[in-house]
């Protein structure tokens, strides 16, 4: 069974950093593609990052030189760091595998101004 677990969410001011993890059981972490979406009040769910099994990378544009997703494959961990944080940034966050279609519980990240 596939489990995603996301650590890591809290408040924080606006130009502050906050570090997201999620850790991955059930899957050879290594092989796959692993994404972080998020979800803000009123709004669908967009793509933040993703990494592939290659450690490529790309963001949605809104994030771009402030995010940074990384893999750690003997931790099956994949990261999420955010520095810059901007109100905007409020959201749930959600690790994503998408070669098992499966999707972890979310973490809160709320920047205040």
């Known amino acids: 069974q596939v489990q995603l677990v996301e650590t890591g969410g809290g408040l924080v001011q606006a130009g502050g950093s906050l570090r997201l993890s999620c850790a991955a059981t059930g899957i050879i972490f290594r092989i796959n593609a692993l994404s972080w979406y998020r979800q803000a009040p009123g709004k669908q769910r967009e793509l933040v990052a993703a990494?592939?099994?290659?450690?490529?990378?790309n963001y949605a544009d809104s994030v771009k030189g402030r995010f940074t997703i990384s893999r750690d494959n003997a931790k099956n961990t994949v990261y999420l760091q955010m520095n810059s944080l901007k109100p905007e940034d409020t959201a749930v966050y959600y690790c994503y595998a998408p070669g098992w279609k499966t999707w972890g519980q979310g973490t809160q990240v709320t920047v205040s101004s």
């Open positions: 990494i592939t099994s290659g450690s490529s990378t």
